[in-house]
């Protein structure tokens, strides 16, 4: 089955510094590859995703790279924020039963200094 | 639209005991699903119904049971609660039938501790 493995467990960054987390897949079948941002106490909110006939999607200050070839996905945060800190997720779609779900990485709490 | 709701926000169970987690969502999606949250761990599928009438298993489904009561509804049983079943649990729902296709919208979550 589907293993995903993500990196920096933490990230501290002082405001204004990029972040990038990264991930790893793999099941070279999977093909969605979506980010979620969890605040603190909060719920899961996706971010931003990508599919892969794609190499790469932005959307603002934030952007996702994938290697297909290479098994790894990865999440660029510009310009950071304070409001950026939270838990973040990759997750990789799996094909195991009936149809399919998504495998979670563990998470990379982003600390955004002022 | 409330979107993704749960009930209750926190229980606390004796080992040996049951109890059954409820979720609703009313954004008419076909896809629900149970994780589990552990620190360290992310986030575990325990189980997931692609549309009403049929549930699978995920990576964790021991010890639980769900029931998709009807499009809008997906409930989570634990039959005899155990101290490894302390958690946080964390309903989502998706429009498309396969996982590929659609964002997953999660609820806010039941905070379980068994003692």
């Known amino acids: 089955g589907e293993n995903v493995e993500q990196h920096p467990s933490t990230l501290s960054v002082q405001e204004g510094d990029s972040a990038v987390i990264k991930c790893t897949y793999s099941d070279s079948a999977s093909n969605y590859f979506p980010w979620y941002k969890q605040e603190l106490g909060k719920r899961p909110q996706l971010i931003i995703d990508?599919?892969?006939?794609?190499g790469e999607k932005k959307d603002q200050r934030i952007a996702v790279t994938l290697n297909k070839t290479a098994k790894h996905f990865s999440l660029h945060i510009t310009e950071t924020q304070p409001e950026d800190s939270a838990v973040y997720f990759c997750?990789?779609?799996?094909?195991?039963?009936?149809?399919?779900?998504?495998?979670f990485g563990k998470g990379t709490k982003l600390s955004v200094k002022p | 639209n409330a979107g993704v709701t749960q009930t209750p926000k926190f229980q606390v169970l004796k080992t040996g005991q049951s109890m059954t987690l409820q979720c609703a969502q009313d954004m008419n999606h076909n896809s629900m699903y149970w994780y589990r949250q552990d620190p360290g761990m992310g986030l575990r599928l325990i189980y997931y119904?692609?549309?009403?009438?049929?549930?699978d298993k995920g990576e964790v489904p021991n010890g639980y049971n769900v029931s998709r009561l009807n499009k809008r509804e997906f409930s989570l049983r634990l039959e005899s609660a155990a101290p490894s079943q302390t958690s946080v649990y964390f309903c989502?729902?998706?429009?498309?039938?396969?996982?590929?296709?659609?964002?997953?919208?999660f609820g806010p979550g039941t905070r379980l501790t068994v003692t």
């Open positions: 990508i599919r892969s006939n794609v």
């Open positions: 989502a729902s998706s429009p498309s039938r396969l996982v590929r296709l659609g964002e997953q919208y």
């Open positions: 119904s692609a549309s009403e009438g049929t549930t």
């Open positions: 997750a990789a779609s799996s094909y195991g039963g009936s149809q399919g779900n998504l495998i």
